[in-house]
């Protein structure tokens, strides 16, 4: 669309490194799922302007929304992303690394139903979460984050569109089909304040209330 090409060319620049992860997506026959410029530039922006120290990231892939995340923090911040695949936690280690963010991101290879698990069991409290992994499991994921909120905490969550198909009913996979139930979960939900930007393929943004 002619508005997010012209959004992405004045807002959301990418510099050498974020660059380089669609060309190494492609070399690694990863998928090129990653969040485009204008919804990293938006997540830069949600992390910052809600003062976030620690952010949890369901989905790394090759670490593009991760370092968007990362570099929205202060220094002593936090990013702990949560990846199935140990090859794609490879690629995002590499790629936070060249952006000089090591020390910012922690990455937990495995399923993230048990790693959420292990994270409520140590109560561990985060002040800003990014949903962008299996979409069936994201009522799960947003219980859990709503679990491991901190007070204030933002909530944001991505393909909340699905590419059209949540607008078009005779599309009954499971995705669309849960995506549609998140959805009204979002609007709903009384521990929640809630709206889907129309950027990208929908994003999901929600305030934990106090």
């Known amino acids: 669309m002619r508005e997010q090409e012209y959004v992405r ?5 990418e510099d050498e490194v974020l660059k380089s992860i669609a060309p190494g997506l492609d070399e690694r026959g990863m998928p090129q799922i990653s969040v485009p410029p204008e919804v990293g530039k938006t997540l830069y922006l949600l992390a910052s302007l809600s003062g976030a120290k620690r952010v949890l990231e369901i989905g790394a892939l090759g670490g593009y929304s991760t370092i968007w995340l990362a570099r ?3 220094a002593d911040g936090q990013v702990v992303s949560l990846e199935l695949k140990e090859e794609h936690a490879a690629f995002a280690r590499e790629n936070v690394t060249k952006a000089g963010l090591a020390d910012r991101v922690t990455i937990m290879v495995g399923d993230a139903t048990e790693s959420l698990a292990t994270l409520v069991d140590k109560q561990e409290k985060f002040d800003f ?4 992994a299996d ?3 994201y009522p799960h994921y947003l219980e859990q984050a709503i679990t491991l909120a901190s007070p204030g905490a933002v909530i944001a969550a991505d393909n909340l569109f699905q590419n059209g198909r949540i607008f078009d009913e005779s599309y009954q996979g499971p995705s669309p089909v849960t995506i549609r139930r998140f959805n009204r979960q979002l ?12 950027i990208g393929d929908g994003l999901g943004v929600c305030r934990v209330k106090k």
């Open 9 to 13: 060319s004045l807002f959301a620049q």
């Open 187 to 198: 609007a709903e939900d009384p521990r929640l304040e809630s709206i889907i930007l129309t």
């Open 72 to 74: 929205a923090l202060p």
């Open 135 to 137: 979409k069936p499991n």
């Open 129 to 132: 979460f990014f949903l962008d």
